[in-house]
């Protein structure tokens, strides 16, 4: 089935800094998600890419998809301490349902 | 309003002892999902339903078995409790093009004794 490759796995950063994670598939996706997980809580949709080379913003987070839909950013802008927690990015492969990727855990230093 | 229900939040059982978690959701969608995660690790698909379409991943021990009676419910029974079975287990559904965003419950976590 349909997997994709997540980096760093871990990430801690100073309040105020940035911070991004980063999907990877050695096939071209359909789509991706982005999903974030809250210590203690279950995962939470963000946002679903689709086309190639699309870029979409929440606020401070952006969410790109490669050009070749191969790859895949989220990108926090001056983390604050609500942003802890783990990012995942999932994906489906036509039959294949929803697999995550192994997720970037946030850690923000206040 | 919650949309994807789970019970118990917490469930303790016994080694070898079957357990049943149920999920239960108000969307009305076709596709339900169940996941165990373990700590610090993403989750794992078990399997899923395409309506009523049972559809296992590969490696799913044969100890976990599910049951959709109908849309809203969906039943994961574990039939013989081991200690590595000790997760957070997650129900999730999605909409029936399979491309949409999947809603979590809030889980089940179980312990092993």
């Known amino acids: 089935g349909q997997q994709v490759m997540q980096i760093p796995q871990y990430q801690h950063v100073q309040e105020g800094e940035d911070f991004t994670t980063y999907c990877n598939s050695s096939?071209?996706?359909?789509?991706i998600q982005w999903y974030k997980q809250r210590p203690g809580g279950h995962p939470v949709f963000l946002i679903q890419?689709?086309?190639?080379?699309e870029v979409k913003k929440q606020k401070r987070l952006t969410f790109q998809f490669g050009e070749a839909k191969k790859n895949s950013s989220l990108h926090i802008t001056a983390t604050q301490t609500t942003d802890v927690g783990t990012y995942f990015c999932?994906?489906?492969?036509?039959?294949?349902?929803?697999?995550f990727g192994k997720g970037t855990r946030l850690s923000v230093i206040a | 309003d919650a949309m994807v229900i789970q019970n118990p939040r917490y469930q303790v059982t016994q080694f070898g002892k079957p357990v049943t978690l149920s999920c239960s959701q108000t969307?009305?969608?076709?596709?339900m999902y169940w996941y165990q995660q373990k700590s610090s690790q993403a989750p794992k698909l078990l399997f899923h339903?395409?309506?009523?379409?049972?559809?296992n991943e590969a490696d799913t021990p044969d100890n976990f078995q599910s049951r959709r009676p109908n849309t809203s419910f969906c039943f994961l029974d574990i039939r013989s409790p081991g200690l590595g079975d000790a997760a957070m287990y997650l129900c999730?559904?999605?909409?029936?093009?399979?491309?949409?965003?999947?809603?979590f419950g809030q889980g089940t976590r179980l312990t092993v004794v």
């Open positions: 999730a559904t999605s909409s029936l093009s399979g491309n949409t965003e999947a809603f």
């Open positions: 096939t071209t996706l359909s789509n």
């Open positions: 890419l689709v086309k190639s080379g």
């Open positions: 999932a994906v489906y492969s036509g039959n294949t349902p929803l697999v």
């Open positions: 969307l009305n969608h076709n596709v």
């Open positions: 339903y395409y309506d009523k379409d049972f559809n």
